[in-house]
């Protein structure tokens, strides 16, 4: 019996259906240098775009402008973002920061003081996961001593109830 060899050409399929007929690069078992590299460079940009975002999910605030410049310097610097690519990001941010009194004000006369204000607030309210962790350790220790004092009165009962008892408790 003769074996046939495993296939050792590109695996890229073009927009209109051809077959790349390049070997595969050394290394790797389905993509050629050329196809390799482009994908490696999306998956990048897409990391790169992540991190420039970071937690703001649009630039409606000089906070998240500031943050996604500050990210841009960062990555420029450590060659992550190319120098032409940087400078037009940074121009760009520069213009976005330079029209953020003319959404405010448009904010403000569709919206009013108050609701620009509360946008603000739930814009600028990042998760501090550190604080969330800490409260439900803090949590936790309250429940644990609570019993401990509990037990040294006599013996306990722990009851352990699920989201819909305690509505059915708090109802009834």
Known sequence: MFRKKPEARCRHTSADGRRCRM??????????????QRQEK???????AAELLGPFAEFNTATAVNHALGKLFSLAAQGRVAPRNAAVLAYIGQLLLNSLGAVRHEAQLAR??????A???RTLRLPDFARERREAIRGRQDMLA???????????????VGPSQRE???DG
């Open 23 to 36: 070997p595969c690069a050394p290394g790797h078992h389905s993509l050629c240098l050329p196809h390799r």
């Open 42 to 48: 999306e998956s990048d940009a897409e990391a790169i």
């Open 112 to 117: 009013g003081h108050d609701e620009w204000h």
């Open 119 to 121: 946008l603000l607030r």
């Open 146 to 160: 609570e019993l401990e004092r509990a037990a040294q009165s006599g013996p306990v009962e722990v009851k352990i």
């Open 168 to 170: 059915e408790d708090s």
